[in-house]
């Protein structure tokens, strides 16, 4: 690989000390580097996007990047960063591998749905969730037309395997090995001692419905895409949610398994 975009958020290397250091260090291997305000290309198979930041920066990346089609990676400038791989003391040897093609690519499931006429993806979640006061909200979920159940609850956290090891399990949902093909269903904060994730195929359609509430009147509850694209749906609105076509390519260095990446990130204090 020999074109680089970085992807660096401002509050977490103030002084662009680390990005000097990575932008140095690659253009010393020969390689074309260029800041993402300042890049003009498209994001093809050809050009590895460096993200530095924690996770929250990784998915904004992404977002800003369109869901790219060439690979990502990041530098890990946050806290536990499940999505970013590179700690900051090892960058040489990850970018010299990088640089000569000694990676491997991970393809992530990405979720898709249409809000407000506008086509919308996510690569960790799609989360509903109260608007407002504390209140019960309810709300109908249907799977493949079928309805699975009228859940009373905080909302509910539709996640990728990605995603699994952010909202989903501050909810208490399970962990998905990040390349499983497969979608995760939470409720948040359910007003039932039944009502529990749920894994289902990710060729499932997931519809959302905000139907009035128990006392016949209005409900109100935002939806948004990996925490942003946030819409309102009121009652007499719904959402559907799939998998997408697309998929993001994420580079692969260690040879770790998950399991081992788990381990290892669980145990951080």
Not at 12 to 18: R, Y
């Amino acid at each position: 690989m020999k074109k680089f975009v970085i992807y660096k958020n401002p509050y977490k290397d103030k002084d662009e000390v680390i990005t000097g250091k990575v932008k140095k260090c690659l253009r010393d291997l020969g390689a074309e580097v260029t800041d993402f305000k300042d890049y003009k290309g498209d994001f093809s198979e050809d050009v590895m996007t460096i993200v530095l930041g924690g996770d929250g920066t990784m998915l904004q990346a992404i977002r800003d990047t369109h869901f790219m089609l060439g690979p990502v990676i990041g530098i890990n400038l946050g806290t536990l960063g499940f999505l970013t791989e590179i700690e900051p003391d090892s960058y040489e040897k990850a970018l010299t591998a990088l640089v000569n093609d000694d990676f491997t690519t991970e393809q992530r499931l990405l979720l898709e749905g249409e809000v407000c006429g506008i086509n919308v993806r996510a690569l960790n979640d799609v989360v509903l969730t109260r608007n407002g006061g504390l209140r019960i909200n309810s709300f109908n979920i249907y799977v493949n037309g079928l309805l699975l159940a009228e859940y009373f609850a905080d909302g509910v956290i539709i996640s990728t395997p990605t995603g699994s090891t952010g909202y989903n399990l501050s909810a208490g949902g399970p962990i998905a090995s990040p390349a499983s093909e497969l979608i995760i269903l939470t409720p948040i904060c359910p007003h039932s001692l039944n009502h529990r994730s749920i894994i289902l195929s990710c060729k499932d359609e997931i519809k959302i419905e905000i139907p009035a509430s128990k006392d016949g009147g209005n409900q109100e509850m935002e939806l948004s895409f990996d925490g942003s694209s946030k819409e309102i749906l009121k009652t007499g609105d719904s959402v559907v949610i799939h998998s997408s076509e697309s998929k993001v390519s994420f580079a692969k260095l260690g040879k770790d398994s998950f399991l081992d990446i788990l381990n290892k990130k669980m145990s951080e204090k």
